[in-house]
């Protein structure tokens, strides 16, 4: 009798505080805490609002953002200068500058970052901003270099396939393009572009400015970065145009307007960030 009293106060017991320990409830088994970050969905004009924040970070920060403008401008006109007779090396190094442009904005992210909080970014903390995480930034910039690297090859190739008899000099090519002549080779290089910008923007995102804000680990962002796109298609295609009208009005004024336009993609770009991630939770580790 007591023996059975005592198995009946275990049972009590086990029901007051739930299974033993490696037991599951299977009406409610353990759910894995994710690995990326809370994902937002945003309007799709959302854009036109990361734009006239990045406004007013340009005027809050006027003198830093012109720096970063001006050296875009300046790589884009060394190229432009160097191979001006040259232009299928030419377009491969200017889209190069497209697929490392996210790597080269993070001390734009910084300024609009300190803003944000109140405070203003020293000018000498924008240029080494990427010691932060310096090593998953390395990584992030390593696999935007091997993209780079696939697509400067696969431009020669196709420059070589189209202009077996001598190659066009930055006059002629632009008048190709402008005038529509050789039609198959521009809807192939487009084309073969258009995959790898779109690999490029899809692991971009928000990656580099996540690893900055929460030292997130490169895998990590670029997978957030892909999530962010798939579940915001109609928001990261504008903005994505966006890019590309301002990247083409940049080019097609000698660079020149880079100087304005690339700050603002910049700024934007951190704004896009905070719009679409959801920061993190109180007590909850990035």
């Not at 390593?142 to 008899?165: E, K, P, Q």
């Amino acid at each position: 009798m007591t023996q059975q009293r005592s198995a009946n106060d275990a049972a009590d017991v086990v029901a007051a505080v739930g299974h033993p320990s490696g037991a599951h409830d299977e009406e409610h088994p353990p759910v894995a805490p994710s690995l990326l970050p809370g994902i937002r969905n945003v309007p799709l004009l959302a854009p036109l609002s990361w734009l006239r924040r990045a406004i007013a970070d340009f005027r809050a920060n006027p003198a830093a953002s012109l720096f970063f403008g001006f050296c875009y401008a300046a790589m884009g006109l060394a190229v432009t200068l160097v191979f001006e007779n040259a232009y299928e090396y030419t377009s491969a190094l200017m889209s190069g500058f497209l697929l490392l442009g996210p790597f080269l904005a993070m001390g734009l992210y910084e300024l609009s970052r300190e803003r944000a909080r109140g405070r203003r970014a020293a000018f000498a903390d924008t240029l080494t901003i990427w010691r932060r995480n310096a090593g998953n930034i390395a990584l992030f910039a390593l696999v935007l270099t091997v993209i780079f690297l696939v697509w400067a090859r696969a431009s020669l190739i196709m420059f070589a396939l189209f202009y077996t008899s001598g190659m066009p000099n930055l006059t002629g090519f632009l008048s190709q393009v402008l005038s529509l002549d050789n039609v198959d080779f521009l809807l192939v290089y487009f084309g073969v572009g258009l995959i790898f910008a779109t690999l490029v923007f899809a692991v971009s995102v928000v990656s580099i400015p996540m690893m900055l804000d929460r030292d997130q680990d490169a895998v990590t962002a670029m997978l957030a970065s892909i999530a962010t796109l798939t579940r915001n298609p109609g928001a990261c295609l504008l903005w994505a145009i966006i890019i590309a009208l301002a990247t083409s009005v940049g080019f097609l004024s000698f660079h020149l307007g880079l100087v304005v336009l690339m700050p603002l993609i910049g700024h934007a770009t951190w704004h896009a960030y905070t719009d679409l991630i959801a920061p993190v939770a109180a007590g909850e580790n990035a």
